[in-house]
């Protein structure tokens, strides 16, 4: 099945930073979505985007299906920001889940 | 904006007891789902349900779970008798077509003792 990559597995900035987060994906998907974890354990959904580029707000996320990655850019990063970024992927019926990126935002 | 939502926020259990999670999906959405997630580690997918039947579901979905839509509205996942190990939070997910946007639910922490 799926294989699903996250990078980096943590990152630690200061609150004002960009970041750059990857999801890598191992066969072509119909699906590919990024969520925010926050720290009581809550998923948002971020970006629904199986290809091209979407933006809202500070975030924005690029999905190039055909290199089969993703990537979610989080600008002028605040400490609201902190937690767990997943990207999840299927090609058929469930979403394959990566490990997660924990980010943490320093004041 | 409509959204899942599942109760209990937080239950806490002795082991061997059953235990029911309830979802109230999007209304108008057709596959359902349940996920969960030990503590520190990945999502994993459960079940998946549409046209009031399981459609696929994980090693993980044993004798010990099951999953009902009793009333048109509410998607219910039972665990009969729980263990130590089914101590995560339990996700539902629904999406209106089968490879469209997936939308969560705020989880169910289920905390076995």
């Known amino acids: 099945g799926i294989q699903v990559e996250q990078s980096p597995p943590d990152l630690i900035l200061q609150e004002g930073a960009n970041s750059t987060l990857r999801c890598n994906f191992s066969d072509s998907v119909n699906n590919l979505q990024w969520f925010h974890q926050n720290p009581w354990g809550q998923l948002i959904n971020l970006f629904y985007i199986p290809s091209g580029t979407k933006q809202n707000g500070r975030l924005s996320a690029t999905t190039v299906a055909t290199e089969r990655y993703s990537l979610l850019y989080i600008s002028s990063s605040q400490t609201t920001d902190s937690g767990v970024y997943f990207c999840a992927a299927n090609s058929n019926y469930q979403l394959i889940w990566g490990a997660g990126t924990k980010l943490i935002i320093k004041p | 904006e409509p959204e899942v939502t599942q109760t209990p926020s937080h239950q806490v259990t002795q082991m061997g007891q059953e235990v029911i999670l309830r979802c109230v999906p999007i209304s108008n959405h057709l596959y359902f789902y349940w996920y969960r997630q030990i503590l520190g580690q990945k999502v994993e997918f459960l079940v998946s349900f549409y046209n009031n039947e399981i459609s696929e579901k994980s090693e993980i979905f044993d004798d010990q779970f099951s999953v009902e839509r009793p009333d048109g509205s509410n998607f219910t996942l039972k665990i009969r008798s729980t263990k130590l190990e089914d101590s995560a939070m339990y996700f539902c997910?629904?999406?209106?077509?089968?490879?469209?946007?997936?939308?969560f639910g705020e989880g169910s922490r289920l905390t076995v003792l």
């Open positions: 997910a629904s999406r209106q077509q089968w490879a469209g946007e997936l939308f």
